[in-house]
């Protein structure tokens, strides 16, 4: 069992930068992947980034590619989503979520999920 604990949503204004949070706890995370999914209101949810925790391998969608970083601390078992050059559409509530095995880019696919957080951007 894990439990997800995400901090770090807020305003900032287009071209800002959030950095998001994600503090795992529960268990080892050896062959576990974590990830960032976002859900815009009236929108499906839809997914950000993964990396996985042994190799540190990422994954981004396409729309976040060369503005957002995901990385992982081993010793505090925490996941980052560094948002740069933020953008009015990048403007949702936040979900980090967890898995074991392999990277996946499907929502239902992972078993963990963070509480959510709020990140708006204004034009």
């Known amino acids: 069992q894990v439990q997800l604990v995400e901090s770090g949503g807020g305003l900032v204004q287009a071209g800002g930068s959030l950095r998001l949070s994600c503090a795992a706890s529960?268990?080892?995370?050896?062959?576990?992947?974590g990830g960032w999914f976002r859900q815009a209101p009236g929108k499906e949810r839809e997914f950000v980034a993964a990396?996985?925790?042994?190799?540190?391998?990422?994954y981004y969608a396409d729309s976040v590619k060369g503005r957002f970083t995901i990385a992982r601390d081993n010793a505090k078992k925490t996941v980052y989503l560094q948002m740069n050059s933020l953008k009015p559409e990048d403007t949702a509530v936040y979900y980090c979520?967890?898995?074991?095995?392999?990277?996946?880019?499907?929502?239902?696919?992972?078993?963990?999920w963070g509480q959510g957080t709020q990140v708006t951007v204004s034009s």
């Open positions: 979520a967890g898995k074991w095995g392999i990277p996946m880019m499907l929502a239902t696919q992972y078993t963990y």
């Open positions: 529960g268990r080892t995370l050896n062959n576990y992947i």
């Open positions: 990396i996985t925790w042994s190799a540190g391998s990422t």
